[in-house]
């Protein structure tokens, strides 16, 4: 596996590949990597001949008060993680390399990037279709793989190559849990011990959701109300949204004829959580 931090050679070993008759796959991540990205590049491993994992923290997609200077970097344990998983190249370039102070470009989604998290985090959408654009521009992928984990952020990556043809096939693939469910996230060790077992409450409020749409007589905002009562009963989680939302328009969804997708953000303690779960309406 090679490790590289320059994008023009990462650029040159990808054209090399491709030039060998290479299929690319590339597997952007901020590192702290678990279960959840190595299914990611697993994935890769099976659908692409070469495949290329990033790891940048990248400062665009930060708030002013959110975790960038304390995000947790465990490079060689990523390195390894990665090479296990069959990674044939590491991206892991430095700030400068990617931003240079001059930079005035931005990529932004619009309509999709400004509700739930969006609307929570402003301007955290335009980091990332900026720096997913740029890391698709170094290193060229046939398949980008995203986790259904952010159902957001793969939306808008899928909305993005759509309208600005980039020739990328975006992959989502499914959340990795932890045994009791909740959502694998380099943020949860951010945890401690009690608001870790508090926070496997935000998937048995999606399992609620799962097992409500199952009675047919319940609207989806019946089925919302009782995710948030659920969330709202338990001490030390402040909710900050718990709805039902169309899988497609992110729009809240009026009734069961259409696809539902259980979106929640909470946090526990200092620790802002996301998960969610498409709903099966029988
Ligand atoms: P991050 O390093 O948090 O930016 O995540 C990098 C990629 O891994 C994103 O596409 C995430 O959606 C995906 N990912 C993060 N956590 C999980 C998880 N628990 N299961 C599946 N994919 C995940």
């Known amino acids: 596996m090679i490790v590289q931090s320059s994008p023009a050679e990462v650029l040159k070993a990808i054209?090399?590949?491709?030039?060998?008759?290479?299929?690319?796959?590339?597997?952007?991540?901020?590192?702290?990597?678990?279960?959840?990205?190595?299914?990611?590049?697993?994935?890769?491993?099976?659908?692409?001949?070469?495949v290329v994992g990033t790891i940048f923290v990248n400062p665009t997609q930060f708030g002013p008060n959110e975790d960038f200077s304390k995000y947790p970097r465990t490079l060689e344990a990523d390195l390894e993680m990665c090479r296990h998983a069959g990674a044939d190249l590491m991206f892991t370039p430095q700030t400068a390399s990617m931003?240079?102070?001059?930079?005035?470009?931005?990529?932004?989604?619009?309509?999709?990037a400004t509700v739930l998290?969006?609307?929570?985090?402003?301007?955290?959408?335009?980091?990332?279709?900026?720096?997913?654009?740029?890391?698709?521009?170094?290193?060229?992928?046939?398949?980008?793989?995203?986790?259904?984990?952010?159902?957001q952020q793969q939306l808008i990556i899928r909305r993005m190559v759509v309208d600005l043809d980039q020739p990328v096939e975006i992959v989502t693939c499914p959340i990795v849990r932890e045994a009791d469910g909740l959502a694998m996230s380099s943020r949860n060790r951010y945890l401690s011990t009690e608001e870790r077992s508090r926070a496997g409450q935000i998937s048995q409020a999606l399992r609620l959701a799962q097992q409500s749409a199952g009675e047919p007589q319940l609207?989806?905002?019946?089925?919302?109300?009782?995710?948030?009562?659920?969330?709202?009963?338990?001490?030390?989680?402040?909710?900050?949204?718990?709805?039902?939302?169309?899988?497609?328009?992110?729009?809240?969804?009026v009734d069961r004829t259409g696809q539902g997708v259980a979106l929640i953000a909470a946090r526990v303690g200092t620790t802002r959580l996301i998960d969610n779960e498409v709903l099966q309406f029988r």
Request: hydrophobic share 40%; with cysteine; net charge neutral.
């Open 117 to 151: 998290e969006g609307a929570h985090r402003p301007g955290h959408f335009d980091g990332v279709s900026t720096v997913v654009t740029k890391l698709f521009n170094i290193t060229e992928p046939d398949r980008a793989y995203f986790g259904q984990k952010d159902y």
């Open 99 to 112: 931003y240079s102070g001059d930079a005035q470009t931005i990529v932004r989604v619009t309509k999709l």
């Open 15 to 50: 054209r090399a590949a491709r030039r060998a008759g290479k299929t690319v796959g590339c597997v952007p991540t901020m590192g702290v990597l678990h279960a959840g990205h190595v299914s990611l590049v697993e994935r890769a491993r099976t659908e692409c001949d070469f």
């Open 219 to 253: 609207l989806p905002q019946e089925i919302a109300g009782r995710m948030v009562a659920h969330l709202e009963s338990i001490a030390g989680i402040e909710l900050q949204y718990a709805v039902i939302a169309d899988t497609q328009t992110l729009e809240p969804l």
